[in-house]
């Protein structure tokens, strides 16, 4: 199970995050900006108020599921990597997403929609991106034909991350 803590220090327009993460006991800091980030799906939020131009926020998200199998979670990664917050997805990532659902299927560990939208309920993608990429989790579970218009986009190394952890 990886934690992560994030705290916010705001000022005026500028916003940056300082996050902390515990991953079997070793501590990671780390400084980015939080510019774009929603907080909308947050388990655990609260705000300090340090003065009229400062304020503190601390909130925590449980990144992984620690029932679900490394392999799909990694999937699932990759799957967060594209531009999530499209209703529909771009054609490269439609083929990405499906290959990857595909060889998943073939590897004998399929992804299933629950676990596609769990995932991205946690991590705030589009509603519609999700449905969509659920749908073909749906679709590659039960065996129905999937069409994957561009297979090349799902890459060998992609492949080989995936294998590794079966």
Request: aromatic share 20%.
């Given at each position: 199970m990886k934690l992560t803590i994030f705290s916010d220090i705001k000022k005026g327009a500028s916003s940056f995050s300082k996050a902390r993460s515990y991953a079997?006991?070793?501590?990671?800091?780390?400084?980015?900006?939080?510019?774009g980030r929603k907080k909308d799906n947050d388990l655990f939020d609260i705000t300090v108020d340090l003065g009229?131009?400062?304020?503190?926020?601390?909130?925590?998200?449980?990144?992984?599921d620690k029932n679900m199998p490394a392999v799909i979670d990694k999937a699932l990664d990759f799957i967060g990597g594209m531009n999530t917050s499209a209703s529909t997805p771009h054609p490269m990532d439609e083929s990405t997403a499906k290959g990857m659902l595909k060889y998943l299927n073939e590897l004998g560990v399929p992804a299933s929609a629950a676990d596609v939208t769990a995932r991205g309920i946690q991590d705030g993608w589009d509603t519609g991106f999700t449905k969509k990429v659920a749908g073909w989790a749906d679709k590659i579970q039960s065996g129905d034909r999937v069409v994957i218009k561009n297979p090349e986009y799902f890459s060998a190394y992609m492949q080989e991350e995936l294998r590794a952890l079966v």
């Open positions: 079997n006991g070793a501590e990671r800091l780390h400084l980015e900006s939080c510019a009229a131009y400062y304020s503190l926020d601390y909130y925590m998200v449980n990144f992984k």
